[in-house]
């Protein structure tokens, strides 16, 4: 399709959107190029999404691993695909075993079954043109052979370390000479590329039912971790499909609960009885009507957004035009309020690909809290996710913590279509921050017509609690004093990782166009 947008940047970031036929964008260079090194050897756009996600594993530690979850949208040509490859809790997960202190922010504890391993090989069953294991190749050579770490990746890195250097197999992993790497050091992990290899020969089977199920249990046990290698084997991703809503003439689609995609959804739902191209953009009245969006979703999400077989309320309910109507109808224009939930009626990374063929893929995953537990499986590489912390201990509450249950999860992938057709895939990494990103990306496109490097450039704020709001700096002075007249509660942050990253492919007629965004060391790939 044609561009509905300038080429004009507005903003103060060096970056200008690439064009392509053949297109991968994400957090980190190298795994950009080894994503497009797969579309160069004559595979799609879902076998370069998966060699992209695999290489972020260990070129990107401070965000994602081997034992992340994932989640991804595919668009094959026709239609839209969603699948949800996040994991469940232990079997032993009861509240009675964690009791009001509820589950821990790290340590073993806190892991649910990683389900990374798994998105990538159903995605390739399904949609894969190469062979599984060369997928794999780029990570298994940066592993054995090492990476120069980039400036981003080790400023991360350097700060976690005080959150993370107690917990079993982290410094041993990710302390080479009792420190984290500097900017520019090479850093080796033998370690992850050998479990890399195991997985590709064995087609993901090892991690979940061979020799590396069965050292996640042994050091679990050892941990005092109650995860089995049965809890590993019961696993599986789920096509899921996608939930959508309108916006200005451009259909939104999102991953389904136990995601906190819907919350976008409901934003945007809310902002679209609002006349926003009216408002300059990085206007405070633009800016307060996005705020006071986001806060009503949250407040929804929270109250009734978990794994999708234990939700009281549905998806359909919450995104009904009418009830996001009397939401919007509870928006003052001139003053922010505290948001509670309605009635209803009735540490991440994110990739994207696209092919000449039309194929376009939306992907994150994530160890959530930069690295996650903090756990390292010792001599694998194997660092585990956190996502049991978002469970809560409320009784009655469709996430409290339960056995074999999925918990509310941040990450989410991005599509937006028009008619039918694909427009783009998109992403905002960043915890609570991406269903915030997205709508304040969307909202760029769709009322203020900038394209999608300027979308990812403009400045961003997040909602944090309560009146709470950090805004990034870009913001014009009068728009935050007119803010804080108005009753918000304006945090400072001097820190761009604050407001997320993001990642964004737009179809054109004869190609694509991709963004980066500059809060990273990523990169677009294409040719």
Same mark, same amino acid.
């Given at each position: 399709?044609?561009?509905?947008?300038?080429?004009?940047?507005?903003?103060?970031?060096?970056?200008?959107?690439?064009?392509?036929?053949?297109?991968?964008?994400?957090?980190?260079?190298?795994?950009?190029?080894?994503? %497009?090194?797969?579309?160069?050897?004559?595979?799609?756009?879902?076998?370069?999404?998966?060699?992209?996600?695999?290489?972020?594993?260990?070129?990107?530690?401070?965000?994602?691993?081997?034992?992340?979850?994932?989640?991804?949208?595919?668009?094959?040509?026709?239609?839209?695909?969603?699948?949800?490859?996040?994991?469940?809790?232990?079997?032993?997960?009861?509240?009675?075993?964690?009791?009001?202190?509820?589950?821990?922010?790290?340590?073993?504890?806190?892991?649910?079954?990683?389900?990374?391993? *798994?998105?990538?090989?159903?995605?390739?069953?399904? &949609?894969?043109? %190469?062979?599984?294991?060369?997928?794999?190749?780029?990570? !298994?050579?940066?592993?054995?052979?090492?990476?120069?770490?980039?400036?981003?990746?080790?400023?991360?890195?350097?700060?976690?370390?005080?959150?993370?250097?107690?917990?079993? +197999?982290?410094?041993?992993?990710?302390?080479?000479?009792?420190?984290?790497?500097?900017?520019?050091?090479?850093?080796?992990?033998?370690?992850?590329?050998?479990?890399?290899?195991?997985?590709?020969?064995?087609?993901?089977?090892? &991690?979940?039912?061979?020799?590396?199920?069965?050292?996640?249990?042994?050091?679990?046990?050892?941990?005092?971790?109650?995860?089995?290698?049965?809890? %590993?084997?019961?696993?599986?991703?789920?096509?899921?499909?996608?939930?959508?809503?309108?916006?200005?003439?451009?259909?939104?689609?999102?991953?389904?609960?136990?995601?906190?995609?819907?919350?976008?959804?409901?934003?945007?739902?809310?902002?679209?009885?609002?006349?926003?191209?009216?408002?300059?953009?990085?206007?405070?009245? *633009?800016?307060?009507?996005?705020?006071?969006?986001? =806060?009503?979703?949250?407040?929804?999400?929270?109250?009734?957004?978990?794994? !999708?077989?234990?939700?009281?309320?549905?998806?359909?309910?919450?995104?009904?035009?009418?009830?996001?109507?009397?939401?919007?109808?509870?928006?003052?224009?001139?003053?922010?309020?505290?948001?509670?939930?309605?009635?209803?009626?009735?540490?991440?990374?994110?990739?994207?690909?696209?092919?000449?063929?039309?194929?376009?893929?939306?992907?994150?995953?994530?160890?959530?809290?930069?690295?996650?537990?903090?756990?390292?499986?010792?001599?694998?590489?194997?660092?585990?996710?956190?996502?049991?912390?978002?469970?809560?201990?409320?009784?009655?509450?469709?996430?409290?913590?339960?056995?074999? =249950?999925?918990?509310?999860?941040? !990450?989410?992938?991005?599509?937006?279509?028009?008619?039918?057709?694909?427009?783009?895939?998109?992403?905002?990494?960043?915890?609570?921050?991406?269903?915030?990103?997205?709508?304040?990306?969307?909202?760029?496109?769709?009322?203020?017509?900038?394209?999608?490097?300027?979308?990812?450039? +403009?400045?961003? &704020?997040?909602?944090?609690?309560?009146?709470?709001?950090?805004?990034?700096?870009?913001?014009?002075?009068?728009? %935050?004093?007119?803010?804080?007249?108005?009753?918000?509660?304006?945090?400072?942050?001097?820190?761009?990782?604050?407001?997320?990253?993001?990642?964004?492919?737009?179809?054109?007629?004869?190609?694509?166009?991709?963004?980066?965004?500059?809060?990273?060391?990523?990169?677009?790939?294409?040719?």
């Amino acid at each position: 399709m044609s561009a509905p947008f300038g080429w004009h940047n507005p903003y103060s970031w060096p970056r200008t959107p690439v064009l392509g036929a053949n297109v991968v964008c994400t957090s980190q260079p190298l795994a950009a190029q080894a994503g %497009l090194s797969m579309l160069a050897a004559g595979g799609n756009a879902v076998d370069a999404a998966i060699a992209t996600a695999i290489t972020l594993t260990i070129v990107e530690p401070v965000s994602n691993g081997i034992g992340s979850d994932a989640f991804a949208i595919v668009w094959d040509g026709e239609q839209l695909h969603g699948l949800n490859a996040s994991g469940r809790s232990p079997a032993t997960w009861t509240p009675e075993y964690f009791g009001d202190q509820g589950v821990p922010a790290f340590g073993w504890n806190s892991v649910t079954v990683p389900g990374a391993v *798994s998105g990538w090989m159903q995605l390739h069953e399904r &949609f894969g043109r %190469l062979p599984f294991d060369q997928l794999f190749a780029p990570a !298994i050579s940066y592993g054995r052979n090492g990476f120069l770490v980039s400036p981003m990746v080790a400023s991360q890195w350097e700060a976690q370390v005080p959150v993370f250097a107690s917990q079993p +197999g982290f410094a041993a992993a990710f302390l080479p000479n009792g420190r984290a790497p500097k900017a520019g050091e090479l850093f080796t992990f033998p370690d992850h590329a050998a479990t890399l290899e195991k997985i590709a020969e064995s087609g993901g089977e090892a &991690f979940y039912r061979g020799e590396l199920a069965a050292r996640l249990e042994a050091h679990s046990t050892a941990h005092g971790g109650t995860m089995r290698a049965s809890d %590993l084997a019961a696993h599986r991703a789920d096509w899921v499909g996608t939930i959508s809503g309108a916006y200005r003439g451009y259909t939104v689609h999102e991953i389904p609960p136990n995601g906190q995609g819907i919350v976008a959804l409901m934003a945007l739902g809310i902002l679209d009885q609002f006349d926003i191209s009216s408002l300059p953009v990085d206007s405070a009245d *633009s800016v307060h009507l996005q705020i006071e969006a986001v =806060k009503l979703a949250f407040a929804d999400a929270h109250a009734c957004v978990a794994d !999708i077989d234990h939700m009281t309320v549905t998806t359909e309910r919450l995104l009904d035009s009418e009830y996001l109507r009397q939401r919007a109808a509870l928006i003052d224009p001139r003053r922010a309020k505290p948001a509670s939930a309605g009635t209803p009626r009735g540490g991440t990374v994110y990739l994207t690909a696209a092919d000449a063929s039309g194929l376009m893929v939306s992907m994150i995953q994530s160890n959530y809290m930069g690295f996650g537990s903090g756990v390292v499986v010792p001599d694998t590489g194997i660092a585990l996710q956190n996502r049991g912390a978002n469970f809560v201990v409320t009784p009655g509450h469709p996430n409290r913590i339960g056995p074999a =249950k999925r918990p509310f999860h941040t !990450i989410i992938p991005g599509f937006v279509t028009k008619d039918g057709a694909p427009v783009m895939s998109f992403g905002v990494m960043g915890g609570p921050m991406q269903p915030q990103g997205h709508v304040q990306v969307l909202v760029r496109i769709a009322d203020y017509d900038q394209n999608p490097q300027a979308a990812c450039d +403009g400045p961003r &704020f997040r909602w944090v609690d309560g009146l709470q709001v950090a805004c990034e700096k870009g913001f014009p002075a009068a728009t %935050l004093d007119e803010l804080r007249q108005r009753g918000h509660d304006l945090l400072t942050v001097d820190d761009y990782n604050a407001f997320g990253s993001c990642q964004a492919i737009w179809r054109l007629q004869d190609g694509y166009l991709a963004a980066s965004d500059p809060r990273r060391d990523g990169q677009v790939a294409a040719f």
